[in-house]
Each structure stands twice: as structure tokens, then as C-alpha cells.
């Protein structure tokens, strides 16, 4: 990293590429052994990383920016440590590079298997969350690869901050530091500059708002995974247990309705509706969310607003949601099938057959039986942190864990073949 | 299909989205069904398709195209049964379609697991090669998949006589014929407009020349398989037993230039170039290979001539091959990460370590020990038919099969979970 006016994205890019060759070359024992060394780094630097992310806060207060934007930001001796612990999770987790799968024999005697790799150098494109920083780089690094990380503006101190800490730790490991880049520089043309290196960099992983990931999308020479919002699904069947679909809905609506996996629509079939949707409007109350009703919902709500087209688009990120009674199962699957983010969708039913279909029909990225939309989740489903979360089909669909960082490459050993 | 001149792209591509949803449901044994109906009717067209055939070669010779193309071009009976029989091995491949991989119980009882399902739409560009046409949509088909065909302007009957065959057995099956289209409009704009329907169409697959693939990449709003070019390296190590190298290389060089898994760098160990290089020599004498060799191997050649940085680059797709002498292992590992077109590359040596250390520190697609890079192709690694390469990482990496076009979601088995 040189000094920001001398800055060049693509000498960084270049530096990155060749660093990622380094990266994807340590052990599993190599690259746990820096992951610890770093955690104990940012738990030792806490009194340094606060002093500058105060420096983020300050500046943030005089630009006006909300309490929560604020909040996101704020960094405290806790937070540091839950930075830390993230790190020494990612220590344990299993190590994909290397793995050889599906080794079969050919008719000729050779062998042919597929080999994990990293896929090279990541890009990560994000807001003011220096958690991210962090967490990032200890993915990218656990699975092989180098980073570039662009981090908001408004967090620039403390991931300089964080930055340092890491790279002390490379360099007592006598490992280039150019496998973790901060981007110094926080001018709105770095992105621009950044998403054409498609020569150097393998992945764009933005995270943040619609508007930051359509940008990064329609500007990227790179690939670049999109998740751009979730509207997720909870279909109670004709068959579903009542207050499995009550705990669901409450669970999955109230419990963080800002986050991506937090239900948005509510369908329900019309047989169980006399049954399900009196006792779903006393359970909403507490939370006070707010119901955008279909017609045939409308009387089981009290203050219930008419349910528009649009409120079937929407991701209210609040204490919201839309209803609507379907006619029966085709009429669910159409509904989700026309409206969905490919994010999460869940069915409640007691019905095998029925359970079974809508696993099979819905093509979304998480397809839930009888379970929290709030479990759509990395940590949740098994793959320890997540990096991100794709809704688009290509090279990864739904949490991204160490897994989705990598590809593989076909290993051929043989004794001497050749083709007829 | 509406006729050519109120062919809408958008429209099209619309219809293939929605009818994508049709054969994503298809179970395998309707596909098998379906796929060995439609090997029949290509056969049983045979006259009708060679009669169309003859319209493309007549324009083709009118227009000048090379021998060469019009080989590529030219349809004959037995073209048109190995067309059928290229089908009827696709019948013969395992649907990935629907497999759960990797069931795992979480601590709360729920079952997560990732389903193989189908990407969606896949839209095909390709130049004047008809059994493309057959091929691609049986492994769309096969896999689940609609797919949107734009076959070169020079072989636009064929392809339209065989898209009729088709559609006449989708229909005979009471199946959406919008499953496979073939553009009839053979404007150059079409391409342009087709890489734009990103709400339609999940990934393009280029085949042909760099120039093709170049032009598709910078143009496309849709994730892009990318293959610019095949430069194959074997190293011939100082432990290889010389016979097999010798094999590897006659077979990996002459046996079909024209093939992006044809060798192009030949890098000998210095310690056995004495001892390798003129039997290399004498063997590449029955070809009339043309070798451009670097200092220290000319004088082991007749007739070479100078190795320059530009042929370690080349891909001569002729009976042409760089040779260069290197100082050692790591300098063959440093000469194939600055050359290489991330295809294959493959060492020749008796070396266990050697070996391994090839195979872990080369990240080129396809990485073989002792076998000849001609087996660098999706049936001869056992995927069964290939419907493109890949030498970008993303998605998929090196010959692509069935499996390159599906992805995988989660899904989740509960019984009631919500979370804390």
C-alpha cells in the first residue's frame, strides 16, 4: 500500500494477483497459525483501533449521519473481542483447498478426480461495517485467497486501523501483505477503477443496499455475486400444523425484521385461513406489525391496509407485511414464482407429499420446511461465517461460506496414456 | 418462434424464462422419453435436414468460405447419425437434476442439504457448426434447462431444420416448445440484444474464435463461460521416464493441432535436455512439426527458429511448438504461471513429489501427471458429452458437463424450528 495520492488500483490489483499465489500455497496449519496470530493482534491493538474509529465517529457525527448508521459504525472494547472470536471461529473451521472429490478410474487406467482451489483474488465492496473488514480477510485468507477491500468511506480509519494489525502480523510471518489490501483511498471513481481489473481480480462481492450492489453490477468487467434484496415467503398450507405456522411467522417476521431473511409475505391457503389468520392477528400485535391485507385477509386485521402489487415486491426491512388468502397450493407456487427474490421461502404442512413439492418447485436459493425463514443464515445452515449471499444462480446460490470461495480444477494421474 | 421479421429477442427470451419452469420439472425418465424421441426424428429427417443443409453450402461456396468452414458446415448421413447417437449418450448420462448432497443434521434437528437443480435459461453463441445446435439443446434439455440458441448466419437452415425436429417431438410430448429456440434473425444486433435479457437468461455459453468470445464478454449484462484460448504446457522433468514424455508429446502435439487441448510449450529440465531432446527431435520429424526453440535447445533441432516471448504465448493450433530448456522445477512452474491460458497443463515425471507438487501448485483448469493433454476434454475425463470449457473460475472451470449447468440451493427439513 502506497500513500493515498500515489495510489494505483491496478498496480494494487496486479500486487494482489501475485501475492494470491503465495496465499493459496500455505497449509491449512500455515493459515491457522495467522488467523490466530491475527485475532490476538486485534485484541492487543484495541486501545489503538478505538482512538482511530473514534476519529470515524466523530466525523460521521459532524456529516449528520443517523444513529444507526452511527451505531453500525461504533466500535467498542466488546465488539473488538466479538471481531477476535469471529477470527478464532474461522480458525476452526474446515480448510475446502486441496480436498480431491470424486477420484474415479477411467477405462484407460488413469485417474480423474476435481480439486479444490481458491479462486484467487476477491474483491469486497461493503459500507461502513469495519467488522467486515476484518471477518473478510480472515475468509479469504482461511480459504486461500487474496483481498481487496473497500470498505465505506465513513469507516475509513478504522479499517486502516484493522489493516495494520493485520499486516504486522504477515510481515512477523514473513508473508507479503499484499494478500489483504485496504484501499486508502475513498474517492467514489476507486470503485469504478476497481470493477475493470477483470486481469487481476476473480470475484466482486458487494454488500450493502440495492442501490450499491446495481452499481457494482452494471459497472463490473468482473463477475460479481448479486443478492439484491430478500422478500421472503411463508405459505401455511391446507395442512400445516397452526401453531408451528404461528411461531414461524411471529419468529420470522418480529424477531429482525431488518434483516434479509425476515418475511415480508404471508400466503395462506383459503382452507385454513377461518383457522390460522384470527389467531396470526393476535400473535402480530405485540410487535405492532403493521398488514397489508388482500381483499379476502382484510376482515381478519383490524387497520389492515389494502394489499397493492407493489406490497408483494416490497422488503419492508419493519415491523410489516403483506397477506394474501391463495386458493390452494399451484396458487402459492404461482404467487412466489412471480414475486420471489430467490432468496427464502417456507411452507408449513404436515403433508409429506405436499412438503416434497414445494421443495421441488420452488427454485429459490433457501426452500424451508416447517422452519424460520430466519435460519436462512451461513452460521445457521451449517457453513460457519458467511461472506455473503448470492440470488443469483451462477458459481454460488443462497450463504456463502469458505466453500463458495473456492472452484475446482480437474487432476488427471496417469502413467503414460495418450489418445487414440 | 414468430417469423424473422417480427422476431422480438425480449419476447423470446421471456417465453424461454417462463417455459424453463416446464423442463426444471421434467422427471428424468420424461427427459430420457423426450431426448430419445428426438434422436429418432433427426434421424428420420435426414433428407429434409440435408436438403436444408444444402441451402447453407450452396450460400457458403457462393460467399467463399473456406474448405475448411464448409467441412464444418456440411452435413452428410452419417453426420446426421452421429448427431442422433451423440443424443442417445446423453439419454445414457445420470440427471444431476434433484440430488441432495450433503445432509447434515444441526444441533436444533433441522436437516440441511444442498439440491443440485437447473440453472434456468443458457444461451448458446456459436459459429457455422449444426451439430452444436442438436447437442447443446439435448445437455440443456438433459439438465433441465431451456436454452436459447444463436447458431452462426452461415448454417442458418440446418439449424432451423433441425430446430423443426425438435419442436415437432416437444409437441408430439405436449411440452412448451419455447424449451429450445433458435433465433431465426442472423443479424449481427441479435447478439447484442441477447446479452442484454439478464431478467431472462442466466448464462451465456460462447463457442468459437477469441475474437467471438471477446465480443461476448464486453458486450454481455449475463455472466459469460469464457475459453479465449488453449496454450497447453508439458514439462518433461529431470526424473520423466522418456518414453512416456516422448508418447505424451507426439500424441499431445500431432494427433489434432486444431484442438484447444493440443500442446503449444514444450519446457525440458536442463538436466535431461541432452538426453530427451533429440529423440524429441527425431520424433516430431513424421509431422514436419515446425519447432521455435529458445537458445539452449536450438542446436537440437534442424531448421528451428528463435524462440521469442510471443511464441510462448502463441497458440498455433498447427503442427508448430515452443521449446524452451529451464534451469529447473521451479522455473517450469514460473514459465507455465507467466504463459499460461488456465487450460492444462502436464508434467512427465517418475518423481512422486514432484508430481504432487505439480498438481498442487499449477491452478491451471485441467492439471495431469504423465498422460497427454488431448484427454483434456469433457468425454474423455468422464462427463459425458461437453457442452463448453471454462478458463475462468467462476461457476465452472475446465471441461463442462451436465452437471456445469445446474447449481445448487439449500434446503431445509424442520419440524417447527424458529430461532432464539
Redo the contacts between chains.
Keep these: 500500500m502506497t500513500e493515498n495520492n500515489t495510489f494505483s488500483i491496478a498496480e494494487a490489483a496486479a500486487q494482489a494477483k501475485s501475492a494470491s ?1 503465495v496465499v ?2 500455505l497449509t491449512t496449519t500455515e493459515k491457522n497459525a495467522l488467523l490466530t496470530d491475527i485475532a490476538a493482534a486485534i485484541s492487543a491493538g484495541k486501545d489503538f483501533i478505538l482512538q482511530e474509529n473514534e476519529k470515524d465517529i466523530s466525523a460521521g457525527r459532524a456529516k449528520g449521519l443517523t444513529d444507526a448508521m452511527l451505531d453500525r459504525l461504533l466500535l467498542t472494547g466488546p465488539r473488538i473481542d466479538d471481531i477476535a472470536d469471529a477470527i478464532r471461529e474461522i480458525v476452526a473451521l474446515t480448510d475446502p483447498v ?1 480436498d480431491i472429490r470424486n477420484l ?1 478410474l ?1 477405462p484407460n487406467g ?1 485417474q ?1 478426480g476435481k ?1 479444490a ?4 483474488v476477491i474483491a469486497m465492496i461493503y459500507e461502513a461495517r469495519p467488522n467486515v473488514t476484518a471477518e473478510a480477510a480472515a475468509l479469504c485468507i482461511k480459504s486461500g485467497n487474496a483481498v481487496i477491500l473497500r470498505g465505506g468511506s465513513e469507516a475509513i480509519y478504522s479499517n486502516l486501523a484493522l489493516a495494520q494489525c493485520l499486516h504486522q502480523v504477515l510481515q512477523q510471518h514473513g508473508i507479503s501483505r499484499e494478500i489483504v489490501t485496504v484501499i486508502p483511498d475513498t474517492s467514489r471513481g476507486v470503485i469504478e477503477d476497481l470493477l475493470k481489473q477483470s486481469q487481476s481480480i ?2 466482486v462481492i458487494p454488500r450493502g443496499g440495492e442501490g450499491l450492489i446495481r452499481y457494482v453490477t ?1 459497472n463490473s ?1 468482473i ?1 460479481v455475486i448479486q443478492h439484491f434484496k430478500g422478500v421472503c415467503h411463508l405459505f401455511i398450507d391446507k395442512y400445516a ?1 397452526i ?2 405456522g404461528l ?2 411467522l ?3 417476521k418480529t ?1 429482525k425484521p431488518s434483516a434479509c431473511n425476515a418475511l415480508e409475505t404471508l400466503l395462506v391457503h383459503k382452507d385454513i385461513a377461518a383457522g390460522f389468520l384470527p389467531a396470526a392477528a393476535k400473535a402480530l400485535v405485540p410487535a405492532q406489525v403493521r398488514i397489508h391485507a388482500c381483499e379476502l385477509s382484510q376482515p381478519y386485521f383490524r387497520d389492515a391496509a389494502p394489499a397493492t402489487p407493489e406490497d408483494y415486491h416490497a422488503e419492508y426491512l419493519a415491523q410489516e407485511i403483506a397477506v394474501k388468502v391463495v386458493d390452494g397450493f399451484d396458487a402459492a407456487i404461482g404467487h412466489i ?1 412471480e414475486f420471489t427474490s430467490d432468496h427464502t421461502e417456507v411452507i408449513v404442512s404436515q403433508d409429506y407429499s405436499r412438503a416434497q413439492q414445494f ?3 420452488i ?10 425463514s ?3 443464515d451461513g452460521g ?3 457453513l460457519g461465517s458467511e461472506i455473503g449471499i448470492s440470488t ?4 454460488a ?3 456463502m461460506g469458505l466453500e463458495a470461495l473456492t ?13 487414440d
Excluded: C
Design positions: 499465489r493459496a500455497q486441496g474415479t477411467r488413469m480423474v480439486m482451489i481458491p479462486l484467487g476473480d470475484l452494471e468487467r463477475p400444523d401453531n408451528k411461531d414461524i411471529v419468529n420470522g424477531q414464482n421443495i421441488r418447485r427454485n429459490s436459493s433457501v426452500v424451508m420446511i416447517n422452519a424460520s430466519r435460519f436462512s445457521q445452515l451449517g443469483s444462480k451462477l458459481h446460490y443462497g450463504p472452484t475446482e480444477k480437474f487432476v488427471v494421474f496417469g502413467d503414460g496414456q495418450i489418445r
